[in-house]
């Protein structure tokens, strides 16, 4: 692919090619990575889709310039946002995940038996075909567990109008600009509790506590106003600015100090049975947080 036709992230120095990312909010930090092969480029109806091969993180999701996952961390990341609410339900059978377009998500939730049906709401079908082609490391490739259901369209939409019922609610959702923008929104929030059982669990990524200190406290101050239990943690995640990130969850019922860690499946990469409980220890500058 002739680099003039590629969009500004991409540059060549040196008869080598580079993709540089800015952190999204304030522009304030860029990284660069050296690009091996770029294995697919689109314009979907949504958003710039690229699939690319990097030396040091090996196959890339990028996703308009915004590094989303990597075969190299992209498991810490999905491992994080799946099995801590499915752990901290007690009786989880019928789980949504919205985004999640890289299927990682989806693929770590198969990993539990009495999980009845896995839905998926992803906004952009072209992320997760050219995921499963090019990013096996994380998609897994082209066959799925049955109980899978992929909805693509607008995940916003589908909670504010869907009769279902979930017993946990995972927001995979990319950085809060363009087509996820409304995916941190207050009336998203209760739509999301809308969708869920009673004892229901929901979780989100709330970005880093490095640099997004605000998206943070936003998130928490709504799902506050919401749920009557909010709890944040953390995870190490090398290839997202600041390194640290933080997910939030909710629930009215469950409170994740109680989280059963011996239903954690075995074989996890990042996620052990001690991290399932101290990634809710959080170092003093984010305990803080309102």
């Known amino acids: 692919m002739k680099t003039n036709k590629l969009p500004k992230y991409f540059k060549e120095v040196d008869n080598e090619l ?16 050296k690009v ?16 690319i091969d990097t030396a040091a993180f090996g196959p890339c999701l990028v996703i308009d310039g915004t ?22 339900h ?5 789980v949504l995940v919205i985004g999640g377009g890289d299927c990682g ?18 906004l952009d ?50 950085d809060p600009e363009g087509p996820a923008k409304d995916l941190f929104g207050e009336e998203f929030y209760k739509n ?16 880093s506590p490095m640099l997004h200190r605000n998206i943070i406290e936003n998130t928490r101050r709504m799902l506050k106003d919401n749920f009557k239990i909010v709890k944040t943690y953390i995870a190490f995640v090398p290839t997202y600015p600041g390194g640290l990130w933080s997910f939030t969850m909710a629930s009215d019922v469950y409170d994740p100090s109680d989280i059963n860690a011996d239903r954690l499946p075995n074989n996890t990469r990042y996620l052990t049975k001690e991290i399932v409980k101290s990634c809710f220890e959080l170092p003093n500058f984010i305990s803080d947080l309102k």
């Not at 091996?36 to 699939?51: C, G, M, R, T, W």
């Open 36 to 51: 091996k092969e770029i294995f697919s480029y689109n314009k979907s109806p949504y958003q710039e889709v690229a699939l």
């Open 125 to 174: 079908e072209v992320v997760s075909k050219e995921c499963i082609k090019f990013l096996p490391e994380i998609s897994g490739g082209s066959d799925f567990d049955k109980r899978i259901n992929f909805k693509f369209g607008d995940g916003v939409e589908y909670v504010k109008n869907t009769n279902n019922k979930y017993d946990v609610i995972m927001v995979d959702s990319p």
């Open 67 to 88: 590094m989303q996952s990597t075969s190299a961390d992209g498991f810490i990341y999905n491992e994080m946002i799946t099995h801590i609410p499915v752990l901290t």
């Open 105 to 122: 998500a989806v693929r770590e939730l198969s990993r539990y038996k009495e999980l009845k049906t896995i839905d998926m709401v992803e």
């Open 192 to 207: 999301v509790k809308k969708s869920l059982n009673s004892d229901g669990v929901m979780v989100c990524q709330s970005e």
């Open 18 to 33: 580079w993709f540089e990312e800015f952190e999204v909010e304030k522009k304030n930090l860029k990284i660069t990575y």
């Open 90 to 94: 007690k009786n989880p059978e019928n």
